[in-house]
């Protein structure tokens, strides 16, 4: 699959593009299958290790929610409204309406494009429920075990609501982008536990994170609000995580192999900018990708949203250890990307307890 892509991909000023035959891609999709190389690492100490994981497997497990009970499926989606503002964070309709095209028909882009967005995230949370359902095996300690195991349930539910609120409120979703499956493929095919986690709880759930928080405060949809609510209280614990198992890890790594996790999360983070290029929209649509490259390029709202997605990864590769290493090497990279203003921001393992959605509403509705 790799190499297939490679032989795709060319250069657009500072973004990479993947010009893909999606048929032929799907086929060797079902040609493939996956070698998950990660090891079986046994523990024989039952007793807790490391208390800020055996607390946060507590928090989980009093975090947990019911995708049916929980959420209000009945409320009807609104086809004549903006669920998202009109203007400044989607090209699609903008671009239409610059044309001339009528509001009713704008407002059908808006809702395919965010298909296409939400589709992608949803695509994000499959691999997420795969790659966790091993990490267990690789985790080095009982305390990580029992966390990775609580994490299998919260993203098999992601994917259920995710896949549900597409197929029942919008048009159904598109299939994975090609910088997504790269990137992933990547973070599947490298067998160390730490790499794993770096790419999946770091990278692909911080992004998450920071996009569906973003996606919460804009939109006025209620249902999408509140699934957005209880979906980012799973997710700010696994960045958590993430951020908690390898804080003391990467201390003792020596500079050589720092500077191959930096260079990593650098790679992952070009990958998933370039992925929200949404080239598969502007195919559907008959646009010119270039030309679409260039208005997503001037469009300020979209500037915006791309770089918000990067407010929790920086402060966490931050705590990590992993921006001033090997001289800067990170933060050098993250300043050229222009994300390294959020370095200062609070990192997901101390503000994922503000995040708990889940228990503030349980906290309001007991002392009603």
Same mark, same amino acid.
């Given at each position: 699959?790799?190499?297939?892509?490679?032989?795709?991909?060319?250069?657009?000023?500072?973004?990479?593009?993947? *010009?893909?035959?999606?048929? /032929?891609?799907?086929?060797?999709?079902? %040609?493939?299958?996956?070698?998950?190389?990660?090891?079986?690492? $046994?523990? $024989?100490?039952?007793?807790?290790?490391?208390? %800020?994981?055996?607390?946060?497997? %507590?928090?989980?497990?009093?975090?947990?929610?019911?995708?049916?009970?929980?959420?209000? $499926?009945?409320?009807?989606?609104?086809?004549?409204?903006?669920?998202?503002?009109?203007?400044?964070?989607?090209?699609?309709? &903008?671009?239409?309406?610059?044309?001339?095209?009528?509001?009713?028909?704008?407002?059908?882009?808006?809702?395919? *494009?965010?298909?296409?967005?939400? &589709?992608?995230?949803?695509?994000?949370?499959?691999?997420?429920?795969?790659?966790?359902?091993?990490?267990?095996?690789?985790?080095?300690?009982?305390?990580?075990? =029992?966390?990775?195991? &609580?994490?299998?349930?919260?993203?098999?539910?992601?994917?259920?609501?995710?896949?549900?609120?597409?197929?029942? @409120?919008?048009?159904?979703?598109?299939?994975?982008?090609?910088?997504?499956?790269?990137?992933?493929?990547?973070?599947?095919?490298?067998?160390?536990?730490?790499?794993?986690?770096?790419?999946?709880?770091?990278?692909?759930?911080?992004?998450?994170?920071?996009?569906?928080? =973003?996606?919460?405060?804009?939109?006025? *949809?209620?249902?999408?609000? @509140?699934?957005?609510?209880?979906?980012?209280?799973?997710?700010?614990?696994?960045?958590?995580? #993430?951020?908690?198992?390898?804080?003391?890890?990467?201390?003792?790594?020596?500079?050589?192999?720092?500077?191959?996790?930096? %260079?990593?999360?650098?790679?992952?983070?070009?990958?998933?900018?370039?992925? =929200?290029?949404?080239?598969?929209? $502007?195919? /559907?649509?008959?646009?010119?990708? @270039?030309?679409?490259?260039?208005?997503?390029?001037?469009?300020? #709202?979209?500037?915006?949203?791309?770089?918000?997605?990067?407010?929790?990864?920086?402060?966490?590769?931050?705590?990590? #250890?992993?921006?001033?290493?090997?001289?800067?090497?990170?933060?050098?990279?993250?300043?050229?990307?222009?994300?390294?203003? =959020?370095?200062?921001?609070?990192?997901? #393992?101390? *503000?994922?307890?503000?995040?708990?959605?889940?228990?503030?509403?349980?906290?309001?509705?007991?002392?009603?």
């Amino acid at each position: 699959m790799e190499k297939l892509l490679a032989e795709h991909r060319r250069r657009l000023g500072d973004f990479e593009l993947v *010009e893909i035959d999606e048929q /032929r891609i799907a086929e060797l999709r079902d %040609e493939i299958d996956v070698d998950v190389p990660i090891d079986l690492h $046994w523990t $024989w100490s039952y007793a807790s290790e490391v208390e %800020e994981l055996r607390a946060l497997y %507590e928090r989980g497990k009093r975090g947990q929610w019911n995708a049916e009970a929980d959420v209000d $499926w009945s409320i009807p989606f609104p086809r004549d409204e903006w669920f998202l503002p009109k203007e400044g964070l989607q090209i699609l309709p &903008s671009v239409l309406a610059s044309a001339g095209v009528d509001d009713a028909v704008c407002r059908a882009a808006a809702f395919d *494009e965010f298909a296409w967005t939400l &589709s992608q995230l949803l695509h994000g949370e499959q691999a997420a429920l795969q790659l966790c359902g091993q990490l267990t095996n690789a985790c080095p300690t009982l305390d990580a075990k =029992f966390y990775a195991a &609580s994490q299998v349930i919260d993203e098999a539910r992601h994917v259920e609501v995710f896949a549900k609120y597409l197929d029942t @409120k919008l048009t159904g979703h598109y299939p994975i982008n090609a910088h997504l499956r790269m990137l992933l493929d990547d973070i599947i095919n490298d067998s160390r536990w730490d790499m794993t986690y770096l790419g999946m709880q770091i990278m692909v759930e911080g992004l998450a994170l920071a996009a569906f928080g =973003f996606m919460h405060q804009m939109t006025t *949809e209620p249902l999408l609000k @509140k699934l957005l609510r209880y979906v980012m209280s799973d997710e700010a614990r696994h960045v958590a995580f #993430g951020v908690l198992s390898l804080q003391e890890y990467y201390a003792q790594l020596d500079a050589a192999e720092i500077r191959e996790r930096q %260079e990593f999360a650098f790679e992952a983070a070009v990958r998933m900018r370039d992925r =929200f290029l949404q080239q598969e929209v $502007w195919d /559907r649509m008959g646009v010119s990708v @270039k030309d679409a490259l260039e208005l997503v390029m001037a469009d300020e #709202g979209r500037k915006m949203f791309q770089n918000i997605l990067f407010s929790k990864i920086v402060p966490n590769c931050k705590k990590l #250890g992993l921006l001033d290493r090997n001289k800067g090497l990170l933060r050098k990279r993250f300043t050229e990307l222009g994300v390294i203003q =959020f370095e200062d921001w609070v990192d997901t #393992g101390e *503000e994922y307890a503000m995040l708990d959605e889940v228990a503030k509403d349980r906290e309001a509705a007991a002392s009603a």
